[in-house]
């Protein structure tokens, strides 16, 4: 069962492994013996009914959540050790469900915080280093405007968030999780609030900044339009267990997934 | 030994003081989100004007009943001449106009009926026994069952009725709480002048022992605050249990303890308070908000 | 005229103190200076040594007992306000505080509340008015000596100088002789109640509690004497021992409870003529305390002992003042017990007017003398 | 006969406008769809109509003009909204939640069918009865954000995406609920969705709204088949 | 609104002119105002200083403690300590009052990381309350209540005013030092990440904001700015005594924190203005009812200026133009009135 990292060797190991993954909260078992992996550069479409642990299966890879068992590599390391604000310097940025975005702040502050882990230094470096402290800030300015450009938001930025409606929230947060330069990037429901319309050009997007900043996207969402167009490869949840995996086609047609989640008219 | 079960026995008497403050402090916290900094003065005040109207020759008990409707219609019309218009600003105000309470009601009662304490008359008969050396009293177990009576129905109404979980919920989240049709407003008017009732009976169940004047709930603040936060702000059990055990700890650390002696006692409600909260963060009885992302 | 704060028609006087706070009650101080001043300008006002009748004007600050709010009030009653002179500022640590200030300044600094002698070491612009705490101690001592003489104390004190110099006091006085103090038993302010450390005390053994502390604590020690079933001989500093602070105790508790006094007993009953003006004073200046609260009582012989060094002080100067108030003759004030006079000199190092104390027994309804008075004129104890 | 008539509607927040004289009504008993692009108000509009933020115009709903109301007395009068992003009450168990969505329901036998008859139809509200709301999925948290508005048998239910992180499958049971309601109850439903096809499908009449008015209305069949709405909603 | 950030251009400009007309008006006040006032203005000075450390607290980082009196008196003692007792500069003692406080801040900011908002408010109010009881414990130190005094530093030679002038300006540059130091931390990246940690930690822990170090930064700058400020009023009081350190002074800090405005730098000197005139003023009034006056003067306050003084003013120039920016470039953006937002702000997922 366990994947050794095999140097030099052809298949290069996943980017993102989940093995044997578990969580309970008192009496819920939200996650159980979930197994997952995601390979370098492709987008992975995680999906499951309401409540099949989705979300907390980000919340451990984020560390977020604890686990009571298994184990999360990232790259070869385990990163189920790692506290909580050192998994974005990592290389793991992710979106948030309900959204984490800070309303008080303007959307381009709200994207800065997302190179936080990259220029931004400890409290009293401001006080004992200034100079240093406003180069990294102009930097940051610089990289946060071009993701804010990148991705239509350039004329909100000095909006505060919480003026925004609910799909450029999300859109904000993306841009925040680009901010980081992660390497992979976790999405939960990018897509909220879309129109059909939108949701097409969403899917365009994301594919675009896969391929610019060379991004392994985890990505859970309820709108299979996108899932299925966007997704070289599926995975299933199901009251915290794996249920299926595979290509698009064939979770589309597997009749546990159909019954358990889809639903007739899929 | 008999030094400790008489420490243990004064603890619970004065825990029962700080009990009674922390359960109108719990309960305009439940009902409203707000510690009310001017609880206690209000109080203050209002027993004031039931020891006046017993001074003018009303019997007791229809002296504290004019107490306790004035105190419903006191934290009522607090609530709506100053509260009110802060309701929807940044919580730090509305603590700062809790503060300006204070200083008001303190000031107030000052005024009208100057700095000298006044004997305010007990309830209860002035009995006493000794058990095993230790000394009881009828006014500190009257005063002990009467907070425990009242503590448990307060707990009952906002646990088991709908009324009490409206008025936790407009405390809680007003917006929804109006989208559920809930008068949020007057649920919180109810608050106030259900704490201010329940700040009239605590003061006067205590002030026969801590002596009417001014300045009487002052010094009790801290520590209701500190048996609130350790009984837990949900539960107005937890806050009268929380005053108890800060009492005993309080009176029985004090006592032998002695490198603490009479200055640091206060410390021991604090630290007692520090080490709950370390075990049980949310305090004894207090449910922990969950904060999911 | 001469200087600051003074023309041929009035003399401007600046008081500072705890009107409001956990310690108002001693703001009573500056309400009784007030209705002894009003009085005086009723009657048109104080004729002075210079042969001019000058009206006394108060000005009157709120310190909360704020040692440096006390500062800055007394700056701005001296720079801003310009009076002549200050008076009756309570607070051992408040004194302290604008020592230096007022020294430098040249102002005085007259009859301040506070039994610690100690304060005035080195300070040229101040003076007392009340007895030593050390005094008061030495009388209790005395008193047992010769009536419990193998008496074991309990001693109940507020934490603070007063506190601390009553209980170096007494220890002091003791020596030598069969009376102990089995436990001492500090109290603050902001203790709500005390039952811990009057249990404690009570476990001690000890016949005879001495409390010197404020009149909540001492009212609350004197119910837990009686209700406990502890009943030693109980003595109260006069700081906490009058009978309008002893009512919430129930009367009948503190009944035989023993206390020292330089005032003679105000009950509304009184004979006496100058308790009835006092009265008659009190009722016309509306005063807000009790006509038995002894910081009142403190107060209003402040103003009195003003008034007399005022009479006395021949140029319009602070320093004929000073000279006034640190050379006192045997001054009488109608309030104080017969044989209690003011006396001062400076040169011998006494700035304290009141040195002398009676003990008095408290009847259920009043104080009843109790032996003659305790003159320790001159030699007050130190610690 | 309308249920709501919506006159000259015009809301926003602080200085800035976002509705701009909005019209449009909604028949008694009838299932209405309310489209609209990202940012085009449709959020606003129904929280101007529960009362959540101020507004200017007419509203009349069931024959009573609503402009000065506050959002307690609307509900009382049965406009129940489930808001955006999921309303419920994060500190409060599901059950409390459900009770308190029937704070204007007198009958206390009428509360506990109705929590019954929610438990059936979403067995995992059931299995979390005595679970914080908070510590819901988002999808199980949209599922009692419905199911607390309809607790108190509204006469109209506006529901602002209710199909937001709601499984397919549960998005089509929770259609069927609206239908059914609304065969049942005679509950009026206005619908503000993304899932356009889904929405139209149930619905009798739509609204299109751009930048704080509408475009474009019509009956759900004759906006199934034109061509902009294909192109901007269905997604074709 | 927060923009200072990203446009460094033009209201950086304006603050740093208004703070240069600040200061120059400060220093000509002594020109003009009689010694006491001098005595007044100092300790209003201090009284900033505190509420400086506080608002950083309070304001930026969301956590509300009530222990800043202690951390004052911390400060107070260490000088008075250092100078009475060991014959020191008392200018000199001030940087190790100021390490001194922010010391014992940490000490205290260590039990702070694991409280929420009430309970640490409780928390450090009791330690407030301690502070002085702790004062009088080490007598041996502190000369109990007796009190400490201080020889007030000589001015320098070249020093063309009075010793009270000198000891103003010490104010002067202390607030000044203060004021700095806080433009840099509620700046750029740091003041950022103190906003999303008070707005919501768990978010910000997500993107990599160390909350343990971030929070207990917090608390030794605040408390070294109350340290600084405590040794500056031993020296200008030239006497302590604990009954000065009462835990009415750290409710007197928060309330100036508040009435000026609880993120913003301006609103601080207005906060202490208001704590240190309006109690006396109210006293002046007529002493007996001098509390109610001034509690009046509170509620009135808050009800009249929600978001503190500093609010009130971005309202008035909001109105009528920028006249008044120092005071309000840093002024908490106002919350948006929307639900959603709320939503946002609780983050449930
Ligand atoms: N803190 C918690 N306490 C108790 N139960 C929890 C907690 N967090 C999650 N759960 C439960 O765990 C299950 C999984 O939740 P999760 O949010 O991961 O679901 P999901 O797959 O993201 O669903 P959705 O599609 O609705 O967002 C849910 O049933 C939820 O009730
Ligand atoms: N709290 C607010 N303060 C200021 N402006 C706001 C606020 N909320 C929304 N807006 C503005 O109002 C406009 C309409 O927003 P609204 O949320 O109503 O759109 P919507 O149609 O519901 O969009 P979505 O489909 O994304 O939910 C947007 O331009 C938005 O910026
Ligand atoms: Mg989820
Ligand atoms: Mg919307």
Known sequence: MKHQAIPGGAAAPPLLEIEDVSVRFGGVQALGNVTLSVEAGEICGLIGPNGAGKTTLFNCVTRMCGITGGAIRFDGARIDTLPARDIIAAGVARTFQNLGVYPRMTVLENVMLGAHHIWGGATLDTLLRPRSTDRAERRMLDWCRDVLRELGLEAVAHELAGAMPYATLKRIELARALAARPRLLLLDEPAGGLTHGEVAEFGELVRRMRDRHQLTILLVEHHMGLVMSLCGRLAVLHLGRNLAQGTPAEIRAHPDVIGAYLGRAA | MELFLQQTVDGLASGAVYGAFALALVLIHRATHIVNFGQGEMATFTVYVAWQLAEWGLPLWLALAAGAALAFVLGVAVFRAVVRPVSRAPVETVVVVTLGLFLLFDALSLWLWGSDQRAFPSVFPDHGWTVGGVRLTAAMLGVLAVLGALAIVLGALFRYTRFGLAMRASAAEREKSVLVGIRVETMLMFGWGLAAVVGFLAAALVAPRLFLSPVMMAPVLIYALASATLGGWDSPVGAVLGGLLIGVAESVGAAFLSFIGAELRLAIPIAVTLAILFIRPAGLFGKQGVVRV | AGAQGITDTAVKIGVSGALTGPVAAVGAVVEGIRVRVAAVNAAGGVKMGDGKTRSIELVVQDDALDPQRTMTNVRKLVEQSGVFALAGIAGTPNNQAIGRYLDQRKVPNLFMYSGVHELADGRAWLIGLVPSFTTEAAVFADYLKKNKPDAKLALLYVNTETGQTFQAGLRTAIQGSKLQIVAAQAVTSADPTIDTQLSTLKASGADTLVVVAAPKQSAQAVRFAAESGWRPVTMLSYIGASPSSLKPAGLANAKGVITSAFAKPVTAASTDPAVRQYLADHAAAKARFDTGDSMGQIGYITGEALIRTLEAVKQPTRQALIDAAQNMNQVGVGLLLPGVTLTTKRDSGDIYPIESLQLFRFDGEQYQALGGLVSFEGRTPRH | MSMLTVEGLDAGYGATNVLRKLSFSVQRGAIVALLGANGAGKTTALRALSGEIPARGRIAFNGVELAGLSAARRVELGLALVPQGRGTFTDFTVEENLELGAYTVASRGQIAADIERWYALFPRLRERRRQPAGTLSGGEQQMLAIARALMSRPRMLMCDEPSLGLAPAITQEMFAIFERVNAEQGTTILIVEQNAELTLRIASRGYVMEVGEIMLEGSAAELLASSTIQNAYLGA | ?349
Request: charge should be positive; charged fraction near 10%; aromatic fraction near 8%.
């Open chain 5, 1 to 349: 609104m927060n923009t200072i950030a990203i446009q460094p251009g033009a209201p950086r400009l304006a603050l740093s002119l208004g703070l240069i007309m600040a200061l120059a008006g400060l220093a000509v006040l002594p020109a003009l105002l009689p010694s006491f006032m001098l005595l007044q203005l100092s300790l209003t000075l201090t009284y900033a200083m505190a509420i400086l450390g506080l608002n950083l607290l309070l304001g930026y980082s969301g956590q509300v403690c009530l222990a800043q009196g202690a951390f004052f008196a911390c400060g107070a003692y260490t000088t008075g300590i250092l100078a009475a007792k060991y014959g020191w500069d008392p200018l000199l003692t001030l940087p190790v009052a100021a390490l001194a406080a922010a010391a014992v801040g940490v000490l205290i900011g260590l039990p702070a990381l694991r409280l929420g908002g009430l309970q640490l408010a409780i928390m450090t109010f009791g330690i407030a309350m301690v502070a002085p009881q702790l004062i009088l414990k080490l007598e041996r130190y502190t000369n109990g209540v007796t009190g400490l005094g201080i020889d007030q530093p000589a001015p320098p030679a070249w020093f063309p005013a009075s010793a009270e002038v000198w000891l103003y300006c010490l104010c002067v540059a202390g607030a000044a030092l203060c004021v700095l130091l806080m433009l840099r931390l509620v700046r750029g990246d740091t003041g950022r990440t103190l906003r999303a940690l008070r707005d919501n930690p768990k978010i910000a822990e997500a993107l990599g904001v160390n909350l343990t170090r971030t929070r207990l930064a917090v608390f030794a700058v605040s408390s070294g700015f109350a340290g600084l400020a405590g040794g500056l009023y031993a020296i200008v009081n030239a006497y302590i005594s604990p009954q000065s350190f009462l835990a009415a002074k750290s409710i007197e800090i928060l309330i100036g924190a508040i009435v000026g405005g609880i993120a913003s730098i301006g609103g601080a000197f207005l906060g202490a203005a208001f704590v240190v005139f309006v109690p006396e003023w109210s006293a002046e009034i007529d002493p007996a009812i001098g509390g109610l006056v001034y509690g009046c003067c509170l509620i009135a306050m808050m009800l009249l200026a929600r978001q503190g003084l500093a609010g009130l003013a971005a309202q008035l120039r909001r109105r009528f133009g920028a006249r008044l920016a120092p005071f309000t470039a840093f002024q908490r953006p106002r919350t948006p009135a929307a639900s959603n937002n709320q939503e946002i702000a609780h983050g449930n997922t």
